[in-house]
């Protein structure tokens, strides 16, 4: 009789991208060259049912870089490639390739990590799986979708001194989404609809923008 065969052991120069939480996530980044430069392919690929928090956590993190313009400029694009795909109701993001094989130096994600430990740390005590129904049915996600196309357009306009708060917003629908916790996620909502009302609708610029952007992304 012969006998099993042994499984393969780990690749170690490949980090290893499973358990889906937020002690996952700070550990993703925590070892390592700080100058390899991370995939956003690489870093999606193992992972299942919280692949979108991940991509819309590593998609924020320019909105927190304090250059006038460049933040919003690059995370707010990506945040509606993020929510488009939950609107139509996909499951796993799809990156085209000129975004799969970029990403953030593992120093840069370490260090941003490093900023907001604590409050991270703090909040894993908090949140829990819970309440499913705002997170898994596709009208629930569909709808998370669309608050985030709204806050990634909101995020891409130059209104003055937002992006730390939008950029914090989302980083809260990501966390809710990582940990699968529908009670934060019905405080987005809540914040999301509050900001694209506040922000957008009552200036009656949004609209006006939204097309103007869209022309300068697509035309």
């Not at 993190?61 to 109701?89: D, T, Y």
């Not at 005590?125 to 569909?142: D, E």
């Not at 001194?161 to 629908?173: D, V």
Request: proline share 10%; net charge positive; with cysteine.
């Amino acid at each position: 009789m012969t006998s099993p065969a042994e499984p393969t052991p780990p690749d170690p120069t490949r980090p290893q991208y499973r358990n889906e939480g937020i002690r996952t996530l700070l550990a993703m980044f925590d070892h390592g060259d700080p100058e390899q430069r991370l995939l956003l392919g690489q870093i999606l690929q193992d992972l299942q049912q919280s692949a979108f928090g991940v991509f819309l956590f590593v998609a924020i993190l320019p909105a927190f870089i304090p250059i006038p313009g460049l933040g919003g400029a690059v995370s707010g694009p990506l945040v509606v490639l993020i929510g488009a795909q939950m609107l139509c109701g996909m499951r796993r993001p799809w990156l085209p390739g000129f975004i799969r094989n970029r990403g953030p130096k593992r120093g840069t994600m370490h260090r941003f990590l490093e900023r907001i430990d604590r409050p991270l740390r703090r909040l894993d005590r908090l949140l829990k799986p819970r309440m499913p129904g705002l997170l898994v049915p596709l009208p629930a996600h569909a709808f998370s979708g669309l608050l985030l196309i709204l806050i990634g357009v909101l995020l891409s306009l130059p209104i003055p001194l937002t992006n730390y708060l939008f950029g914090f917003q989302l980083l809260l629908f990501a966390l809710a989404l990582l940990e699968r916790d529908g009670v934060l996620m019905l405080l987005n909502w809540i914040g999301a609809v509050a900001a694209v009302l506040f922000f957008g609708f009552s200036s009656g610029q949004l609209v006006g923008y939204t097309v103007d952007l869209f022309q300068r992304w697509f035309g």
